[in-house]
């Protein structure tokens, strides 16, 4: 069992930044490829940006590349989403999740573990 704890959420003006944080505990962090994914209200979850076990490889929705930067620290066995330039459409619950093996997907179906989020309001 893996948990995980999302944190960084909040309010921000249009063009601003925050950097959301997931937390893991319970397992090597290390054998976990990672993903964030988000929820507006009244939409489906969709996918955000996703990052191999060791870090070498990341995915980002197209519509998000250039804005979003998907980190992770082994050592500190936590992840990261960078964001910058938010729009109001950005405003979501971001959720982190975990996916045993190496390799990230783009598809919430094949994550093993989930946070409970973390909300992300950006105004006009």
């Known amino acids: 069992q893996v948990q995980l704890v999302e944190s960084g959420g909040g309010l921000v003006q249009a063009g601003g930044s925050l950097r959301l944080s997931c937390a893991a505990s319970?397992?090597?962090?290390?054998?976990?490829?990672m993903g964030w994914f988000r929820q507006a209200p009244g939409k489906e979850r969709e996918f955000v940006a996703s990052?191999?076990?060791?870090?070498?490889?990341?995915y980002y929705a197209d519509s998000l590349k250039g804005r979003f930067t998907i980190t992770r620290d082994n050592a500190k066995n936590t992840m990261y989403l960078q964001m910058h330039s938010l729009k109001p459409e950005d405003t979501a619950v971001y959720y982190c999740?975990?996916?045993?093996?190496?390799?990230?997907?783009?598809?919430?179906?094949?994550?093993?573990?989930w946070g409970q989020g973390t909300q992300v309001t950006v105004s006009s």
């Open positions: 990052i191999s076990s060791g870090g070498g490889i990341t």
């Open positions: 319970g397992r090597t962090f290390s054998n976990y490829a």
């Open positions: 999740a975990a996916r045993r093996g190496t390799r990230s997907s783009v598809k919430r179906s094949e994550y093993d573990f």
